[in-house]
């Protein structure tokens, strides 16, 4: 049963391995252009400035309070860095 699976497994890896075909192409041929660096700098830091998300994480900035369910069925505040 054992030379049965390793025969189907290899058959199937060389018909897996044989439909491969490693042919890349590109169409648009974009050259490389300098960039000055002023025209970077201001490119990172419009890519660097927080947007409409951290705007909304914001809103939940603070100190959070975590609560613990005790064995009587109440909740109390917990300020401990423990789970």
């Not at 054992?2 to 897996?16: D, E, G, I, M, R």
């Not at 490389?32 to 419009?46: F, G, L, N």
Request: include cysteine; proline fraction near 2%.
């Amino acid at each position: 049963m054992k030379k049965l699976l390793f025969a189907a497994s290899l058959a199937f890896l060389f018909v897996a391995c044989d439909k491969v075909k490693m042919d890349v192409k590109t169409t648009k041929s974009e050259e490389w252009k300098p960039v000055d660096s002023a025209t970077a700098t201001k490119a990172w830091m419009d890519y660097a400035t927080p947007g409409e998300m951290h705007k909304m994480l914001a809103k939940s900035d603070g100190a959070w309070i975590r609560r613990k369910h005790n064995v009587d069925g109440k909740w109390k505040k917990t300020n401990d860095k423990h789970f």
